[in-house]
């Protein structure tokens, strides 16, 4: 028995929807995610492949929608964007109590510590940099419309939509007042800089959301599609900008692989992606600025979520104490950049 998975229901829905895959199958937990649930499947021929659900308890609204993440990596799949393969969606909670969908397993490994970058040589490290701007222009570019996700969501007023939606999942999660969370918010709505068009918004773009060859640097996928909408480009770059480690080597963020060195600076990364997208990137502080804020509210989800019992009485140990800090560091870290702007 595994926590999330109701085997019996759920092995007769693969076994009738999935193509090429037989029963009996075996349901391992995997990565260490605290919003979706990852599980890798096993066949009775040992085929592999993933199955993605929602959080166990304590769900936000539209935050962990099934549909959406499939709909997406089946739109990108055809595209030089590399995504795991879309295999199937059920959404007929009858089977599992909450939708799911299953996709390929993409070989490779997931970098997401200096500890994990480290195993790694310099030159594998300094691709995964250029890899990783040089895919994020490429899911920018692509047109919303050809790839059929046109309607997935509104087009325009991207960053006041969510810094609105984001104040809305403070009230909804926090576990503390923590009144510079609604000062940095007013800060940012007073000075949006004006969008540049529409793209593909992934929303947890960072190397933690990737697989790569851990010898040559090639991101195999990118993962983690929860968050993905349309809106402003440059929100996603901010993303990158708010894990990246300040300095070449110096410490970063715990889930990021930066502070081992060999990646360059968070200005090398913009610096070819801007090359490759002919993106301004003249306010990117306030973008920086903008996901710090926006990430002190995910982590505030996490933890409250952990405190409600979603993750079945796992033991964080350490992870628990930068579950309950980060916030605070990360909205004073907000507040820093967008003073640089002023």
Known sequence: MVEGIDGEPVSRWLGDHVDGVHAPFT???????????TFAVSDGSGTRFV????????????????????????????????VPEALGLCTDESVNGTPFYVMSLVD???????????????????AMTIQLADILAELHGLDVD??????FARRDGYIDRQIARWS??????????????????????????????????????????????????????????ELCTLGDPLADVGYVGAHWAPREGGAGRHNDPTGAGGFGTFDDFRGRYAEHSARDLAEIDF??????WRTAIIIEGVYARYLGGAYGGQQL?????????????????AGATLARLA
């Open 146 to 151: 050809a790839i059929g996700l046109g309607d």
């Open 168 to 225: 809305r999942q403070w009230e909804l999660s926090k576990t503390r007042d923590l009144p510079a969370v609604d000062a940095v918010a007013k800060r940012l709505a007073d000075r949006v800089p004006v969008q540049q068009g529409v793209a593909v918004v992934h929303g947890d773009y960072r190397f933690g959301n990737c697989i790569v060859d851990p010898t040559s640097g090639e991101i195999a996928a990118v993962l983690d599609w």
């Open 51 to 82: 199955l993605r659900r929602p959080p166990l308890h304590h769900v936000l609204a539209t935050a962990h929608d099934m549909t959406r993440e499939f709909r997406a990596i089946s739109a990108i799949g055809p595209t030089a964007v590399p």
């Open 287 to 292: 973008y920086v600025a903008f996901q710090l």
């Open 108 to 126: 490779g490994s997931v970098i997401d510590s200096v500890d994990g970058a480290r195993a790694t040589s310099p030159s594998a490290r300094a």
């Open 27 to 37: 349901f391992e937990r995997i990565g260490g995610g605290r919003s979706n649930l």
């Open 317 to 333: 140990g350490a992870e628990l104490d930068i579950l309950r800090d980060s916030p605070v560091e990360l909205i004073e870290q």
